[in-house]
Structures are given as structure tokens and as C-alpha cells.
């Protein structure tokens, strides 16, 4: 790193001598040789063909090493054919920005200016415009196409009736998550029975039965290749559920609930044999700034072959065994107490 | 000089001869008037320019520091604390929201005050009435008004940096709620409001610009210059302060609503919130709405930093091919395109944030369609290229450089705007390396070409080449060694706007890259003092410009060296012809060399004209004997 920075002030100076030269060169040079074509136009003319072979070959040599590091194939079914999706049509345009690119810099290098050149007034070619105009409408209709059969596919679907059911909750700056138990089914909420001092995090309803087998793990738990729906929510500011490695990706909306649904394809397991690495752990992050701890937003998501999510299922206890003090408080006993508490200052004022 | 324009000189003595008079010299105005609350639009302009080029080098200065956070997270930042203050905690590392305020204040520095104000409006106000031959905008009052509106836009928001609990901090897009509350981050508290204060006098000052702009296109172009012969730049700031109009009251609306909910507690964009231990009373209102409508500017606002760029360029590149611009039409066209389309793709910036997905599809539709008149657009530029004979100003390195970066971040567009491999990239430093390649590099570079083209008439002197040649090259070089690799960051899942990569173990894999980047920015910023130093030193001691430096064709290079208030000291000129004529065939019999300036009239170049030209020459005649401000050539 110390390297780095000598290297940077090395250049530094070098750029403070180079002003100097040329301070000096303006104050005792008033030239006025203005010639078109001198020698920095050819100068110019060759690094227009340089610079960007030189770039060229340099990106070429660097790419497998910068790959290696890209996320490992999709882990998802949807994230499968997105990934397909994004080859092609990074290999498409990376052909265009090739071919433009080298148009641009060759012609740029090889119409430099010569004396007594013949220029070509060409000002206008409808034939040529309608090709270059048609052949990108084709490119772009067929990626609109293909794009939309995956996005309807990844994001249109109906949840099958057995979906497994997560909530995934966003607060500043942690996430919470919450399993429906037994019944399947998540209790209600509101925001107004949030209460981090009783250690009601989610605003749970347990006036409603749903509620009552509900229970809050410390990792995300899912099965393998069975659909999980993600019900994301937020409870302060936005936040952004990320999985890189499902390509998933919703924001967490205070007061406006979202989804997502997707279908794991490989467990944690798997993975650690398959990267070689035995510390291997998908992840979520969250991709919506939420403030200081935006960056931190760590949590961990464990994919089970079927066995072990049972086994994993088994475990957790519902919310309301550690706390049973939550039993049947709800919006209705919310309601009763600030009924309450607002006559209780009325008859003081009235005092 | 043996290449010079018979036609030009000849005016330019005429005018020194019979000059009605130079109102510059003749009635003094003072200094006050003249420099500072100046109505007079070179003026403005030159205004608008130097306090662009101080925020470019202020957000550019932001960015380097938080790139040292990004790129070497353990180095010791307690050198910085004289300048940055308690933003340096006690172990000599940067606060963490500070971060965010410096990326949000970069953000907003860079959109608006350097790409909107300092491009657009240095260069509409320039060249609009240069151009189209007026002796200044519609309206100077209005005109001098934007400018201190934006002064005053600029000055609220450095005010801002040095409140307690800092700027705004919740990013350039200011979602709520996270801008709404200070509990959320400080930056939402005071900071915030300074910035809806700033914001909401900047979108004032550019309605009054934009409004200036119009009407002066609309209604004070000289005699026989139709919309057909308007220069491309000309269309592109008539075209650009048509969508500002038509946008900016929008961003000005949900900033007001903002205001509302957060000092009024009217719920516009808040409901069901639990912060700082307590439940809120908001209710019923949607966080959704707020993006709708900032983006219904945010889009729009792209193409607002882009198209004067791409006006810019289409002017540079077709003088220093020696050519014509090819598919002037198309161009137009595709502008106009562009301007339309920008207004119904801005929810390709919210696939994912809980829109229905149907919708998503037509955004992806519409958004892939903006890709065709873009694409057309580049091919022209390398058309025009193609067969001319290039002479490389500085200007024009940066046009041609300004085409590689709007291809180069123009088709990673493709991708993005592909709603489902938004789903893996949105908020990731893909989107970084897109936007800043085809609106912050490509914008930045029209605007290094239009300084480098235009300052011999804004300022009389030139600026030296041979530093403008290494600025462009380590600019051009630096610019694609920064963001290029940040594509390879982004595909690997790194999202956007986080102070360190560490707490993930998908974010460790490149810190080599993610320092090999940093060090790039240092070095890019750097080489910007070479046109620092090149600019104030020229200013001042640059050679005297000649009168038409790169043998331009439009009207500005008509006027004196330095034009006086009122721009032709004698009559205006007529045009007579479009401002490509460039390298037509048989000029030299007319005794023009490879260009034939819009004001000369196709009587006198019976050699050159082609056949529908030479049916124009009657009508021009006409004219003539009407209107007295024709010239003698010769
Ligand atoms: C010296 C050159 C520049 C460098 C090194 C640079 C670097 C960066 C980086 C790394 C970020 C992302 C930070 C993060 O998300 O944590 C960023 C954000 C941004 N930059 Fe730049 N940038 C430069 C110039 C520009 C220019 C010319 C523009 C004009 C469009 C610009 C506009 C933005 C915007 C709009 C953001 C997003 C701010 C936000 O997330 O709220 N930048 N810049
Ligand atoms: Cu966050
Ligand atoms: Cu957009």
C-alpha cells in the first residue's frame, strides 16, 4: 500500500515539474506556428490508435483474473436464467462497444489530417441510417423479449399453495425475520404495537391466533428447491433485501408490503464443496441506503437439504413460549390503554 | 497564416471601420455592472463556467476522499482532520456518515451544479445568441437573475457542509424516509432542509435560464437562420431547456411535499414508521410516490447533463473532421427522440422497489427503445469521422472521447434497462460504473470541449494545446481505468453507497481492484490541475486569439476578437446557409478554402452550390435589397 502511495506522489511531482516546463516554455515562447497537421497531430493521430489496443489487450490479459472473483453461478432457478440472460447480452454488447470503438478510433487515426487530402462531403445516406437504426431495433425487440419471458417467469408467478413463508424485516440496521410455525401462517402486525423496550421488534398482533405459533431465528432457514416467498417489509426507513447469490433483490418499504419468491437450488453444503471453501455462507445485504450502519447489514441464510431443515424446523420454539407475557395483546388492548391514558388527561385538565 | 477565411477578415475590418459603435467602451458601465450584476449573456455565461469549474474541483475533491476510504480502508486519515474537522473520528478514520453526506454532497455537486449549471448553462448562455445572431438573450434581467439564483443555490448548499450535524446525507435521490427523519441520520436534520432550500432555488434559476433560452431560439434568430440551419448545439440547448421546463417543476413539487412532511407532519410519503422508540403518527402515505416523482425529473435530468454535451460535440467534431455532420436530420431526430422518450422511462430506476412487475415490463420496453436514436447518434459521430481529414484541438480529442464513454457507458444501459438482470445489478456499483461513464464522463468531456473550443471567444486568448493534449490523455486514460473495472465490482455483487466491503464475505475479493481504482481517481483528479493552471494562466497571458481559431463556419466567430455587449459591433450578419459546409466540393473556385461560413451567400459561390442551392440564390437577392444587413465580401 506504502507503494502505492510513493508511486502517487511520484506522479504528483512529476505533474508539478511538467507545469513548470511549461510555464516556462509559455512565458519566453509567443509561438504562432499554428500549422494544421504538425507533428502533434500526428502524435495525437497515433495514440488514437494506441491508447486504445494498448487498453484492449490490457482488459483482455486482466479479465480471467478479475473473474475469478465474480459471484459463482446462480443458486436459484429464476437466477439461472437471469445469468443466461446477462451473457448474452453482455456478449452483445461488448461486440458493439468493440466494433463502434474500433470504427471510432481507427477512423480518428487513420482520416488525421494531411495536406491536400480529399474530403469526402458526405452529409447524408438514408439507406445507411435506416440499417443502423433498424439493426439495433431488432437487437433491442429480441433482449425486450427475452428479457420480459424471464422477468414474468422470475416475478409474475402465483406462490404454489405449500410455499414456505419468511418475513423479512428491515430496521436501522439489522434485519429480523419471523416463520409463520406450525399453522403457516403469519400472525397480523402493526406498526403501533412495535416496542423495542418490551421486545415486541416486529409489532406483532397476538390477538390474532396466527401470531401464536410464530417464531424469530437468528438465521434464515430455507429448503432446498421448494419455493420460499419472501414477505419484506420495513419498519423505519427504506432498506433493500439482497441476496447476491439467488439474485435476489426487493425493497423493504415502511408501510408498503413486498415480495419475493424464488426457489433455492443448492444447499450451503453443496456450495462449500463445490467453491472449495469450507466458510462458505450465503448472505444477505442490504442495497438501499439506510444510514451508518447501511454497510453492515449482515445476515445469514442457511439452505437445508430436506432432513436438516425438518430436524432445524423442529428446534425453534415460538415467540410467545420465551415471552409469554405477549399472550393476547393486541390492538385492542393497545386501543383500551390509550383510551385510557387520553381520559385520564382529560379529567386532569378538567381539574 | 495561410489557411485563414477571405470572407471572415473582410468583415472583420469592415466592422473596425464603420463600427456604429463599441457600447463596451463608449457608455461605461462599472465594474459592479459589468462583472458582477452583469445582464449581458458572455458575461453570465463566464459566470456560470467558473463557479461550475470550483464545484467540479470541490465534488471531485469529495470523491477522492472517500475513494482513500474505499480503496485503502486502513490508511490513517488524520492528516485530513484541518480540513474535515470531527468528519475524522478519533481513530483517524472517516465517520461512517460522513461517508454518505460526502457521496450525496458528490452527487448532488456533480448532477447539478457542475453538469446542469456549469455545462448547460455556461454554454446556452454563450452561445445561444452568438449563434443564432442576437445581441444577447431575450431577457438579460432574467438571465442575470438565474445566474444569482444559482449563486444563492450554491452558496446554501457549501453552507450546509458546515453544520454540526452535516449535510444531507441520505444520497443525491434523497429517498424519504430516510430524508424526512433526523432520527434516521443526522444529515435528514438541518442539513436536509438546506438542501430542499439550495435545490429549490436551483430548479428557480434554471426555469428562468431555460425560459431565456427558448424564447431566444424561438424568436431572435437573425434573418435566413431557419430551424433547419440552426447549429446542432443550438437544438441541443433548445431541445435540453425544453425538458428542464417540463421536468424540474416536478422535482420542485415533491420537494415541497417533502417539505411538508417534515415540518408540517403531513404524510405524503411516510406511514407505518417505528424509529428512535417511538411509533410516528404518519399514516397512509407512500415512500413509492416520492421515487416516482423524483425520477420523473431524475430521468429526464440525465439527458438535461447529456444532450448539451452531445450538442457540443456534434459542432467540434464536424469542424475538426473538416465535414459535415452526418445525418443532420438524424440528429435532430434522434435529440428530439431522446427528449421524448426521457420522459417515459423513469421507472426503470424502480424495478425492484415493489412496483407492480407488469409495469416493469413497459418500462423495459420503453427504455430499450431510447437505446435506438442514441445508437444512431454515435454512428453519425463516427460517420462523420470517417473520410474527413482531423485535425486534433483539444477540443476535439475530448469529442472523440466524449463517443467512446457515451458507447462505452451507453451500452451497459442495455443491461440495466433490462428489468430482469436489474434484479442482480440495481444499487450495485455496476450502476455506478454505467452512470458515471455515459452522464458524468461523457458530460464532463462535452464540457472540456467546449471550454477548449470556446475560450478564445470568451476570454480573446487561446489556451495552450500541447497541456490541453496531456490533460485530455490522462483524462481520457484515467476515466476508463476508474470506472471500467467497477463493472467487474458490480457483477460481483458489491452494492453502492457502502463505506467498506469487509462485513460481507462475498464483498472481500477485490481489495487489490478496489485500490488499484482509488489510486486511478487520485491520479485522474490530479491531472485536472493541468487545466486549472492551463485555464487561469491562459486568461490572462494566453497568445491573442485570431479571429477564427479552428476555421469554424457558425455566426460566434463572426464578431470581434472580444465581442463588446451586443456581440456585432455592426449590424448583425444574415444567414445564408446551414453550418456544415465543410470541405464542399469546389469551394476553392469560389475562392474558399474547406469551409464556407453561414453567413456568405450562395450568390458568391456559384462554383460550389448545388442545384437546390442555386434556386435559393433568387429568394436571397430578395432579401437583399430589403434587409440591410448583408455584407460585401471582396
Ligand atoms: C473524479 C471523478 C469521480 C470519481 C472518482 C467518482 C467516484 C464515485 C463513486 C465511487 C461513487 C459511489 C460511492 C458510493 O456509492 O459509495 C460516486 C457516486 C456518484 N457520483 Fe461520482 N465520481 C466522479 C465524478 C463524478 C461525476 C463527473 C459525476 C456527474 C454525473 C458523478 C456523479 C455521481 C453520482 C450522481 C453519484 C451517486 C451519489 C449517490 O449515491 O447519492 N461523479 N462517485
Ligand atoms: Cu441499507
Ligand atoms: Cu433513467
Not at chain 1, 432457514?221 to 433483490?249: G, Q, Y
Not at chain 1, 415460538?318 to 390503554?337: A, I, Q
Request: charged share 15%.
Amino acid at each position: 500500500m506504502l507503494t502505492v502511495i510513493f508511486g502517487l506522489i511520484g506522479i504528483l511531482i512529476l505533474g508539478v515539474f511538467l507545469l513548470l516546463f511549461r510555464v516556462q516554455s509559455l512565458v519566453t515562447i509567443l509561438r504562432d506556428t499554428d500549422e494544421r497537421g504538425g507533428l502533434s497531430n500526428r502524435i495525437n493521430g497515433a495514440l488514437m490508435l494506441l491508447v486504445p489496443l494498448i487498453g484492449f489487450i490490457v482488459a483482455v490479459y486482466h479479465y480471467p483474473i478479475a473473474a475469478k472473483h465474480f459471484l459463482p453461478e446462480a443458486s436459484s432457478i429464476h437466477g439461472k436464467e437471469t445469468d443466461s440472460l446477462f451473457w448474452i447480452t453482455l456478449t452483445v454488447i461488448t461486440l458493439m462497444f468493440l466494433i463502434t470503438n474500433a470504427g471510432l478510433f481507427w477512423f480518428a487515426f487513420k482520416y488525421q489530417y494531411k495536406a491536400g487530402r480529399k474530403v469526402v462531403f458526405f452529409a447524408d445516406d438514408h439507406k445507411l441510417e435506416l440499417i443502423w437504426t433498424a439493426v439495433p431495433a431488432v437487437i433491442m425487440t429480441v433482449l425486450v423479449l427475452y428479457g420480459a419471458l424471464v422477468w414474468n417467469r422470475a416475478m409474475m408467478q402465483e406462490p404454489p399453495k405449500d410455499v414456505q413463508v419468511v418475513e423479512v424485516m428491515g430496521k436501522q440496521f439489522a434485519w429480523q425475520v419471523r416463520y409463520p410455525g406450525k399453522d403457516g401462517k403469519l400472525g397480523k402486525y402493526d406498526f403501533r404495537l412495535t416496542n423495542d423496550a418490551t421486545g415486541n421488534e416486529f409489532g406483532i398482533d397476538f390477538e390474532d391466533k396466527n401470531s401464536e405459533d410464530d417464531f424469530i431465528p437468528r438465521e434464515i432457514h430455507i429448503p432446498v428447491n421448494k419455493p420460499v416467498l419472501l414477505k419484506i417489509r420495513a419498519r423505519d426507513v427504506l432498506h433493500s433485501v439482497f441476496m447476491p447469490h439467488f439474485r435476489v433483490k426487493m425493497d423493504a418499504v415502511p408501510g408498503m408490503p413486498t415480495q419475493f419468491m424464488f426457489t433455492p437450488t443448492k444447499t450451503t453444503t453443496d456450495m462449500r464443496s463445490q467453491l472449495g471453501n469450507p466458510n462458505f455462507n450465503y448472505e444477505l445485504a442490504c442495497t438501499e441506503v439506510c444510514g451508518k450502519g447501511h454497510f453492515a447489514m449482515r445476515y445469514l441464510i442457511v439452505v437445508d437439504d430436506e432432513p436438516d431443515y425438518k430436524k432445524w424446523l423442529a428446534e425453534q420454539k415460538p415467540f410467545l413460549e420465551e415471552k409469554p407475557e405477549f399472550k393476547g395483546k393486541g390492538m385492542k388492548s393497545l386501543r383500551k390503554k390509550n383510551v385510557a391514558a387520553n381520559e385520564e388527561i382529560k379529567t386532569k385538565k378538567d381539574i | 497564416m495561410e489557411l485563414h477565411n477571405h470572407g471572415q477578415s473582410a468583415v472583420a475590418e469592415a466592422h473596425t471601420h464603420d463600427h456604429h459603435h463599441d457600447e463596451h467602451e463608449h457608455h461605461e458601465d462599472g465594474f459592479i455592472r459589468k462583472y458582477i450584476f452583469s445582464e449581458d449573456h458572455k458575461t453570465i455565461a463566464k459566470q456560470f463556467l467558473i463557479l461550475g469549474l470550483m464545484w467540479a474541483f470541490m465534488g471531485g475533491a469529495m470523491s477522492v476522499i472517500f475513494r482513500l476510504q474505499l480503496g485503502f480502508p486502513d490508511f490513517n486519515l488524520e492528516w485530513l482532520r484541518p480540513i474535515l474537522g470531527t468528519w475524522i473520528n478519533e481513530t483517524g478514520k472517516l465517520e461512517q456518515e460522513k461517508y454518505l453526506a460526502l457521496v450525496t454532497m458528490h452527487g448532488t455537486i456533480m448532477v447539478f451544479f457542475v453538469l446542469t449549471a456549469g455545462l448547460s448553462g455556461t454554454f446556452s448562455n454563450f452561445l445561444i445568441p452568438l449563434q443564432v445572431g442576437a445581441r444577447d438573450m431575450a431577457s438579460g434581467f432574467m438571465n442575470m437573475l438565474s445566474f444569482w439564483f444559482f449563486f444563492l443555490a450554491s452558496v446554501v448548499m457549501f453552507t450546509s457542509l458546515f453544520l454540526e450535524t452535516g449535510p444531507a446525507s441520505g444520497g443525491w435521490v434523497i429517498y424519504p424516509p430516510l430524508s424526512a427523519l433526523p432520527e434516521a441520520v443526522p444529515g435528514s436534520g438541518a442539513g436536509m432542509t438546506y438542501w430542499l432550500i439550495s435545490m429549490a432555488l436551483f430548479i428557480v434559476s434554471s426555469l428562468l435560464g431555460g425560459i431565456n433560452y427558448i424564447t431566444t431560439v424561438i424568436n431572435m434568430r437573425t434573418k435566413g437562420l431557419s430551424f433547419a440551419r440552426l447549429p446542432l448545439t443550438i437544438w441541443a440547448f433548445f431541445l435540453t431547456a425544453i425538458i428542464g421546463l417540463l421536468s424540474f417543476p416536478v422535482l420542485f413539487a415533491a420537494a415541497l411535499l417533502l417539505i411538508f412532511d417534515r415540518s408540517m407532519g403531513t404524510s405524503f410519503f411516510l406511514s407505518d414508521i417505528y424509529i428512535g422508540g417511538k411509533a410516528l403518527h404518519h399514516q397512509g402515505g407512500s415512500a413509492i410516490l416520492f421515487q416516482h416523482l423524483f425520477w420523473f425529473l431524475g430521468h429526464p435530468e440525465v439527458y438535461i447533463v447529456l444532450l448539451p454535451a452531445l450538442g457540443i460535440t456534434s459542432e467540434i467534431i464536424a469542424t475538426n473532421a473538416r465535414k459535415p455532420i452526418f445525418g443532420y436530420r438524424a440528429m435532430v431526430g434522434s435529440m428530439i427522440g431522446i427528449g421524448v422518450l426521457s420522459f417515459i422511462v423513469w421507472a426503470h430506476h424502480m424495478f425492484v422497489t415493489g412496483m407492480n412487475p407488469f409495469l416493469g415490463t413497459i418500462f423495459m420496453l420503453l427504455t430499450l427503445i431510447i437505446a435506438v436514436p442514441s445508437a444512431v447518434k454515435a454512428f453519425n459521430y463516427i460517420t462523420t469521422l470517417w473520410k474527413g481529414n482531423i485535425i486534433f484541438t483539444p477540443a476535439m480529442l475530448f469529442s472523440i472521447g466524449l463517443v467512446s464513454l457515451f458507447i462505452s457507458g451507453g451500452v451497459t444501459g442495455i443491461v440495466l434497462g433490462n428489468n430482469a438482470l436489474d434484479i442482480q445489478l440495481h444499487d450495485t456499483y455496476f450502476v455506478v460504473a454505467h452512470f458515471h461513464l455515459v452522464m458524468g464522463s461523457a458530460s464532463f468531456f462535452g464540457m472540456m470541449a467546449g471550454v477548449y473550443h470556446w475560450f478564445p471567444k470568451m476570454f480573446g486568448r487561446m489556451m495552450d494545446d500541447k497541456l490541453g493534449y496531456v490533460h485530455f490523455w490522462l483524462t481520457f486514460i484515467g476515466v476508463y481505468l476508474v470506472f471500467f473495472p467497477m463493472h467487474y465490482i458490480g457483477i460481483a455483487g458489491f452494492p453502492r453507497r457502502y463505506y467498506s466491503f469487509s462485513t460481507f464475505d462475498f464483498g472481500k475479493s477485490y481489495a487489490d481492484l478496489n485500490m488499484f481504482i482509488s489510486a486511478a481517481a487520485i491520479i485522474t483528479f490530479s491531472a485536472q490541475a493541468l487545466f486549472a493552471f492551463n485555464f487561469v494562466y491562459s486568461i490572462f497571458r494566453g497568445r491573442l486569439a485570431p479571429l477564427n481559431p479552428w476555421d469554424s463556419n457558425t455566426l460566434e466567430w463572426t464578431t470581434p476578437r472580444v465581442p463588446g455587449h451586443g456581440n456585432w459591433p455592426g449590424a448583425i450578419p444574415t444567414v445564408h446557409r446551414w453550418p456544415y459546409d465543410y470541405s464542399k466540393p469546389d469551394a476553392d473556385k469560389d475562392g474558399f478554402t474547406d469551409f464556407i461560413p453561414q453567413h456568405i451567400p450562395f450568390s458568391q459561390t456559384p462554383n460550389s452550390n448545388f442545384e437546390h442551392e442555386n434556386d435559393l440564390i433568387a429568394k436571397q437577392e430578395g432579401k437583399k435589397n430589403s434587409g440591410d444587413n448583408e455584407h460585401k465580401h471582396h
